[in-house]
């Protein structure tokens, strides 16, 4: 059976999996696949038996999550909470998952992605250097208009590392909204 077929398999066995996914299990060997010659080209051929194995497996199978994908790079998890034992159809979107495994999920999510309330305008006073947002945002010039300014050499910035963010001093900014006057 080809890939698309494979997919329909896995679904109809109570595992949701996009083509991606499949393609990345058989690049880590989870999974084997032979090649023929079909009518416009070479396609995918999964052996129905190791694909009901493997959904079997992908079944039973449990997983330490982390709250994002995206993390830090130590492999530990972005919040103490966020470990959490999930059964492998949690992770492919799987249409048994409790409601309140979801709600959870949800919840970690939300937590994890929510941002801090912006710096007030007392707070960027204190700082002695400025990103362009926080400049934007304490002087009441529009980012473009900052931007430009920088471009021509009006506003000189400085970077935080090699390829870090450009930053203002504040002096500076003052001092160009004052010269603008």
């Not at 066995?13 to 416009?40: F, N």
């Not at 982390?66 to 979107?93: F, I, K, Q, W, Y």
């Not at 990103?131 to 945002?137: L, P, Q, Y």
């Not at 300014?149 to 390829?163: F, N, W």
Request: aromatic letters at 4%; a positive charge.
């Amino acid at each position: 059976m080809n890939k698309i077929e494979a997919i329909d398999f896995l679904k109809s066995a109570g595992v949701e999996m996009s083509v991606r996914t499949l393609q990345r299990h058989v690049s880590k060997g989870d999974l084997s696949v032979a090649y023929v010659r079909g009518p416009k080209g070479d396609e995918a051929d999964f052996d129905g038996e190791e694909l009901r194995g493997f959904a079997a497996r992908l079944m039973n199978k449990t997983y330490v999550t982390r709250a994002s994908s995206h993390d830090n790079g130590s492999g530990a998890p972005a919040t103490p909470s966020a470990a959490a034992e999930v059964p492998a159809l949690m992770l492919t979107g799987g249409a048994r998952t409790s409601g309140a495994l979801v709600e959870l999920l949800a919840a970690i999510e939300a937590a994890r992605t929510a941002s801090p309330p912006p710096a007030t305008i007392s707070d960027l006073a204190h700082k002695l250097r400025l990103t362009v947002a926080e400049a934007v945002r304490y002087s009441g010039l529009s980012r473009g208009e900052i931007e430009r300014a920088m471009a021509a050499g009006k506003l000189p910035t400085e970077r935080r590392g090699p390829h870090g963010a450009r930053v203002i001093r504040r002096s500076d900014l003052e001092s160009y909204e004052k010269r603008k006057v």
